[in-house]
């Protein structure tokens, strides 16, 4: 029997690195260590980390050395700590990271974390550890599943990875070098791992990949299956309520992807399809590999196939080149599209990509400035979007016990989160609330009285304000 420890896995960036944390976390519960929240009382501190932004990074380095200073006061008290560095910073600097914080002694890329409890083997023996090349094997098939009660522990709503890394190369982007090229894994694999977790009780499934509409895996029938096919699948599992996909790249929006959002009930009608840009100019010279027209064509398409749809999206502002009549091209964009919500970043050089090499970098406060107006311009559609709720019934997946007593928090078809008085038995059906405030992100609501908490597929009126 293993000694038993205690793993800390603190996360940045994406969910991809919530879910890899996760099966890192099962696959170390075999050599006896459980998950604590605390930093202080672990024996092993992980931190998975991102590397799409210049900020990501710097986090990672002042958080490398608030740890350094515990590391130092748990020693003085005679307790050992093991602090290891995993996910897309590691994979980019290497052992960098262990010459400017030596207190490290693990760095695994995010293609190695099945090697975990043999890697950490080597570091507590005291090798100073880097694995950071591309694995050939399959790492999924090597990870952990979690125990049921772990399972059961984190929630009724759960990621799973269907593809990781991506082939686009986008001129901005660390992606392609970090995560590597596009790969899909088995539908068979996919669906043992959503029926397990169907079996203890998860309701909802968000497919997740770098470019998860490319989508190309092994099928049951020996064929590969698109993203659409392994939806339309997923959805034959009775207790699966909710099925989302998310990050999709808008040239992978093919027919029978908007087709599935049209036929499939359980496929939530909220689409996260990043642009980057309002500019032809900049999308080509982004190498993004679709023009403005295009996007307004896929949100036509898919708004048609399912009239409540809304719709979120990523911006870069200030990328190399970027004018103000660019920028001017993004707002007008955003204008017409009208979005839920939206992630905006400014532009940030990154290492090795083509272009942190173009000239024409845009100076910091043009970019804030622009970033600023950008900011100002989502949250008012996004606040306008959460009002038009208001007054409408949505159904509603309930998750856990809200803040205040006899409150049940459940979130709605648009992730918007929807506390109500319920009994707890609601946790984990979906039942259907009349909206009658908005407070800050949050709609406030009374369960409809005569219709009763459902573990039915969700159907929903028309509530996009914008379409
Ligand atoms: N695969 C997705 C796509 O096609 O858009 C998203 C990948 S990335 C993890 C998430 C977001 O980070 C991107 O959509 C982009 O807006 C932003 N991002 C990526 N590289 C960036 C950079 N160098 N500077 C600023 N933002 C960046
Ligand atoms: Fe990065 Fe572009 Fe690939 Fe998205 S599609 S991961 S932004 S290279």
Known sequence: MSEARKVHIKSFGCQMNVYDARRMADTLARDGYSETASAEEADLIILNTCHIREKAVEKVYSELGRLREMKTESESEGRRQMIAVAGCVAQAEGKEIIRRAPSVRLVVGPQNIHRISELVARANAGEAVVDTDFAVEDKFEQLATPKPEVTRARGISAFVTVQEGCDKFCTFCVVPYTRGVEASRSAERILAE?????????????????????????????????????????????????????TSHPRDMDDKLIEAHRDIEKLMPFLHLPVQSGSDRILGEMNRKHTRAEYFRIIERVRKARPDMAFSSDFIVGFPGETDRDFE????????????????????????????????????????????????????????????????????????????????????????????????SIIGSVARVRVNELRTYSLIGELVADTPATPAANSIPEVNAFA
């Open 194 to 246: 959503a029926e397990n977790l169907v079996a203890q009780g998860v309701k909802e499934i968000t497919l997740i990949g770098q470019n998860v509409n490319a989508y190309h895996g092994r099928g049951l029938d020996g064929r590969d299956w698109t993203l659409s096919k392994m939806i339309a699948r997923l959805a034959e599992i009775p207790e699966l309520l909710r099925i989302r996909y998310t």
């Open 329 to 424: 091209d993004t707002l007008a964009l955003v204008r017409e599209v009208g979005y839920a919500q939206c992630f905006t970043f400014k532009y940030s050089p990154r290492p090795g990509t083509p272009a942190a090499e173009m000239d024409a970098q845009v100076p910091e406060d043009v970019k804030s400035e622009r970033l600023y107006r950008l900011q100002e311009l989502v949250e008012r559609q996004q606040h306008e979007f959460n009002l038009s709720c208001v007054g409408k019934e949505l159904d509603v997946l309930f998750e856990k016990p809200g803040r205040h007593e006899g409150q049940i928090v459940g979130r709605s078809p648009y992730l918007q989160p929807v506390p109500v008085m319920a009994a707890k």
